[in-house]
Every structure is written in structure tokens, then in C-alpha cells.
């Protein structure tokens, strides 16, 4: 009884031991495994660390290069705006001196206009010694031509400008009336222009049509016809002509006038 008492107290020692040493190598396997985990613990730290001081010093130096971009936009800002200033004072200096420069070219070609004569022929036109009123009358008398010259210049350009702005209102009422029509009729556009080109063809040939004199004579409009209108500008180009024409006629008898009447009564 002792003996198996003692080998049962042995097998139990010997199943202990084994246990102890299974438990000392887990206890070793943990704690390699706690090492590794604290080794990556302290790495990610570092790690950690070091990303922040790389992200400070990153923010620091993308402010510097900020600012130093903003400094550099904001001196060539103000470079253009100087420019920009300088740019707009010598324009103005330009146009104030086109427009002496012109102003003078005017007041020249003014003057110039006015005085017809030949530089060469002032002295005997304008001679002291002799006798002016004849002159004077006549320039009084061609003032007064250019005058009514210039009305009647004025009164025609008024007629035009009221013939322009009636046929600009016909044509603006008769192309909605083209537009309304060719919605009702689409050949419409084909026949108006087929009809126009055959009344041009036979308006250059000098030839117009009688239904067209007709349709102008009956309908009351008022607008000149393409005959009326061709007189009244021939009409208004013969007046001009001999307006022109009796102005260059007084001008020379004016300017070109030999004070030899006068000479001789002083003589006398």
C-alpha cells in the first residue's frame, strides 16, 4: 500500500512537471507575443511622431511658400496698376494733343476753304489804293447765294430724310405682310422674287410696265414712284448744277475782276 501510494504521488509529480513546462512555454509564446504587440505599439508612436513633426514643419513651410506667392502676386499687382495708371495718363496726354493738333488742322483747312483765292492774286484783288465797293457788293451778293444755296441744300436733305424714313416704315409693313403670307402661301417668296427680277430686268431696259404705273396711280400712296423719283433726283441735280455753276460765275467775277474802272476814275 505504501508502495502505490508513493508511484501514484510520482506519476502525479511527473504529470505536474509536465503541466509546469507546458504552461512555462505558453507563458514564454505570450510573452514574446506582448513584446512583438509593444514593439509595434512604441513603432506606431514613433511613427506617429514623426508624421506630426513632417506634417508641422509642411504646414510652416506651405505657409511661407504661401505667402511669399501672395507678397510676389500683390507687388505685381500694384506694378500693373502702376502701368495701368501711367497707361491711361499718357492716352489722355495723347488725345488731348490729337485733338489740339486737329483743332488746328480744322481752324487750316477752315481758313483755307474760305479763302479760294491763290495767294498770288491777293495783292492785285485786295489792293489798297484802289477801288473795293464793286468787290464788296459782290461778295455781299455771293454770302447771300451761299446762304440760300445752303437753305435750299437743308429743306432738300430734310425732304430726303423724310422720303428715307417713309419707304424704311413701307418696307418694314410690307416685309411682315411677306412674312404672314408666306406662312398662308409658301410659294409666295418664289413668285414675289420671280416678279421683282422680270421688273428690274424691264426697268433697265427703260421699259415700265402699265399695270405697274396703274397699281402706283390708283392706290393713293404716299410714296413716289420709281419714275417720280427719278425726276425729282434729276430735277434736284440740274438745280444743283446751275446753283453751282452761277456761284463759280459770281465767285470769278468777284475774285477775278480787274479794278481797271477805278484805276482810270483816279486817274481822272
Known sequence: MGT?????????????????????????????????VNDKISSMKE??????????????????????????ENRQILQLQQENRELRQ????????????????????ASMSHCVV???SLPVVFNPGGDMEPQHQKTIQFSRMLRECFLEGETMSNIDQ???ARLT???????????ISTHNEPNVIREFTERSASTSAARSNGV?????????????????????????AENNVRRN?????????????VIFTEPSSSAEARQG
Open 4 to 36: 502505490t501510494n508513493i508511484s501514484q504521488l510520482m506519476a502525479e509529480m511527473r504529470q505536474l512537471v509536465v503541466n509546469l513546462q507546458s504552461r512555462e512555454r505558453a507563458t514564454d509564446g505570450a510573452l514574446a507575443k506582448s513584446q512583438l
Open 169 to 179: 416704315t413701307e418696307n418694314a409693313c410690307l416685309r411682315e405682310l411677306l412674312n
Open 208 to 232: 415700265i410696265l402699265k399695270n405697274e404705273c396703274n397699281s402706283h396711280e390708283g392706290d393713293g400712296a404716299s410714296t413716289p414712284t420709281s419714275t417720280s423719283q427719278c425726276d425729282w
Open 241 to 253: 448744277a446751275a446753283v453751282v455753276k452761277k456761284s463759280r460765275k459770281m465767285l470769278n467775277d
Open 90 to 109: 499718357t492716352l489722355k496726354d495723347c488725345e488731348s494733343t490729337l485733338e489740339i493738333v486737329m483743332q488746328k488742322h480744322r481752324l487750316m483747312v
Open 118 to 120: 491763290s495767294p498770288a
Open 47 to 72: 511613427y506617429q511622431e514623426e508624421v506630426a513633426n513632417m506634417n508641422g514643419c509642411w504646414r510652416m513651410q506651405g505657409r511661407k511658400v504661401l505667402l511669399a506667392g501672395l507678397q510676389q
Open 162 to 164: 423724310e422720303v428715307m
